[in-house]
């Protein structure tokens, strides 16, 4: 059980393009989402924390205008980056719980190369 | 500040035993996490530990000392697969989870 799917699983875009990127909770009703940024050799930094009917809370630092965040529903939330640019290439990785105290589980991960 | 502490690197070998430590000092405490992230690739939960105590899941072992702020995973039987980070996460008094910047493990045949 505790299945997160992450959807694509790399992608290519030019820079000034926007790319979207979906994260589901198969087997669960995530209250909370969360998306990740890790780059080479680097800890998981979190950017964003999602809930299901409001507003993302985002993480000092981060573009929230650049970084719109989606979570429509108990299953489903969307990472769009938004004219991406060459420094937003990373690997995205989104996580689900289904309650506060439950584990995070994760997502495949987004492998994002802007050209 | 909140604050988690692992070794950045450790070398084992394989069929051995290797103890990777963690402590924390975090703003309230609702439980810690051990996670797996082979090079690449997203993590993986491995455990999650909420009492003092030793919890034990087949290879991996995790134990936790709350008074002592203090977890750390133990795993048996090592083998090249388990080359990987350990990440430790602890969950504080707003269930948010704080990141270690995770050890990596390297395992010599």
């Known amino acids: 059980g505790a299945v997160v799917s992450q959807h694509p699983s790399w992608v290519i875009c030019k820079s000034g393009t926007s790319v979207k990127i979906e994260c589901r909770s198969l087997?669960?009703?995530?209250?909370?989402m969360f998306w990740y940024r890790q780059f080479p050799k680097q800890s998981l930094m979190l950017m964003a924390t999602?809930?299901?009917?409001?507003?993302?809370?985002?993480e000092q630092g981060v573009e929230k205008d650049k970084f719109l965040i989606n979570h429509a529903s108990l299953t489903l939330s969307t990472l769009t980056v938004t004219s991406a640019h060459p420094e937003d290439s990373s690997f995205y990785i989104c996580?689900?719980?289904?309650?506060?105290?439950?584990?995070?589980?994760f997502g495949n991960g987004t492998r994002l190369t802007v050209t | 500040g909140q604050n988690i502490d692992q070794p950045t690197e450790m070398t084992a070998t394989e069929g051995a035993i290797v103890q990777i430590n963690c402590t924390y000092q975090?703003?309230?405490?609702?439980?810690l996490f051990w996670y797996q992230q082979h090079a690449g690739e997203a993590p993986t939960f491995l455990s999650y530990?909420?009492l003092d105590g030793l919890e034990e899941k087949g290879r991996f072992s995790s134990f936790l000392s709350r008074s002592k702020g203090y977890s750390y995973l133990l795993l048996k039987e090592l083998q090249m697969k388990d080359s990987a980070s350990y990440l430790c996460?602890?969950?504080?008094?707003?269930?948010?989870?704080?990141w270690g910047a995770g050890t990596k493990l390297i395992i010599k045949p």
């Open positions: 996580s689900a719980r289904e309650g506060e105290a439950s584990p995070l589980h």
């Open positions: 530990n909420v």
């Open positions: 996460a602890v969950m504080d008094s707003n269930y948010q989870l704080i």
């Open positions: 975090t703003s309230g405490f609702n439980g």
């Open positions: 087997d669960f009703q995530a209250t909370t």
């Open positions: 999602s809930n299901e009917g409001s507003k993302a809370t985002y």
